[in-house]
Structure formats: C-alpha cells, structure tokens
C-alpha cells in the first residue's frame, strides 16, 4: 500500500521561506514521479510542482515559479518543495502526490494516491 506522509507546514510571514518534505512507502519510489497539489479555503485544489522519476523534468504552476522548487531524493524516499518568498496567496493545505508521469499531474490529471496534507499559513 502506498502512503505518503508530509511535513514541514507552518505559519510564515510574507516573504519568509518553508521547505516541505513527503516521505513515501509503499512502491519503487524513484520508478514515479512525485508532485506537490494544494487546496486553500473555498478552491478547488490546485496544481503546484511535479519532478519526473529520477529528477529529470521539474514542472510547476505559473503562480509558483521562480519562488518554489521541487527536489527529490530516492534514496531516501523522498520528495521536497522549497518555498520562498512566500505570499499569503500561498496559503493553503498542501499535499503530497505520486503518479506515472510528472507532465500527467501538471496536465490536470491529478495523483494516483495522496497524502493527509500540511497546512501552511502566510501572514501579511
């Protein structure tokens, strides 16, 4: 069974900087890719990064690029997003995904399995 266990949610000024972490078990983690969603109050949740299995392809949402990066370590089973110069637009619950293909997820065709989600808060 594939479980994905996030980490590193909190409460930022604007400005300020998160890393979050998703620990994965379950399957082959460096056969998949692995992606970042997030919901925030009354949204749809929302494309964020993905990085191809390996580490070959990064993706990310409009919203987000230049200030986030998605990173991963298979031998560790896990996957990161650096978040700088955070907004309080990026608050939200952010969750862990995992599907066949990175460009899948930044596609629109969501995840395969998900975490529970971290919260992150971004005050003005």
């Known amino acids: 069974q594939v479980r994905l266990v996030e980490s590193g949610g909190g409460l930022v000024q604007a400005g300020g900087s998160l890393r979050l972490s998703c620990a994965a078990s379950?399957?082959?983690?460096?056969?998949?890719?692995m992606g970042w969603f997030r919901q925030a109050p009354g949204k749809e949740r929302e494309f964020v990064a993905a990085i191809s299995s390996r580490g070959a392809s990064m993706y990310y949402a409009d919203s987000v690029k230049g200030r986030f990066t998605i990173s991963r370590d298979d031998a560790k089973n896990t996957v990161y997003l650096q978040m700088n110069s955070l907004k309080p637009e990026d608050t939200a619950v952010y969750y862990c995904?995992?599907?066949?293909?990175?460009?899948?997820?930044?596609?629109?065709?969501?995840?395969?399995?998900w975490g529970q989600g971290t919260q992150v808060t971004v005050s003005s």
């Open positions: 995904a995992t599907k066949t293909g990175a460009d899948m997820m930044a596609s629109g065709y969501g995840s395969d399995y």
């Open positions: 379950g399957r082959t983690f460096s056969s998949y890719a």
